[in-house]
């Protein structure tokens, strides 16, 4: 009879700490890249995770979110005036002109 070896313990999965392909950049350079694709909650899960796990381990990348996520939270924080209506009329005015007088021509 043999023995085998038995883990007792669940095995954590390998987590690929970048999202995407990075070719012909470095890590940090592809983190920074998609930063604001993370900040606006634009990837797909794995692809957070694996920003998650870059910046738990780089400390630049992570002041460089950190320093972004508070510039959207003061922008956020100061953009609550609107817009006065008359202007937005004339902005939506255009619109519709240039929504009706665009000709597509087919050949």
Avoid: W
């Avoid at 983190?31 to 606006?40: F, M, P, S, T, V």
């Avoid at 002041?63 to 956020?76: C, D, I, T, W, Y």
């Amino acid at each position: 009879m043999s023995k085998q070896n038995v883990s007792t313990e669940a095995e954590e999965p390998v987590i690929v700490p970048i999202p995407h392909s990075t070719e012909g950049e470095t890590e940090c350079e592809h983190a920074l890249k998609h930063l604001y694709e993370y900040l606006d909650s634009e990837m797909t899960s794995d692809d957070e995770v694996r920003m998650r796990a870059h910046v738990a381990h780089c400390s630049p990348c992570l002041a460089e979110l950190s320093a972004e996520e508070l510039v959207k939270q003061l922008v956020r924080r100061s953009c609550h005036e609107q817009a006065p209506a008359d202007l937005r009329l004339r902005i939506q005015a255009q619109f519709t002109v240039l929504r009706t007088t665009t000709v597509i021509e087919t050949f």
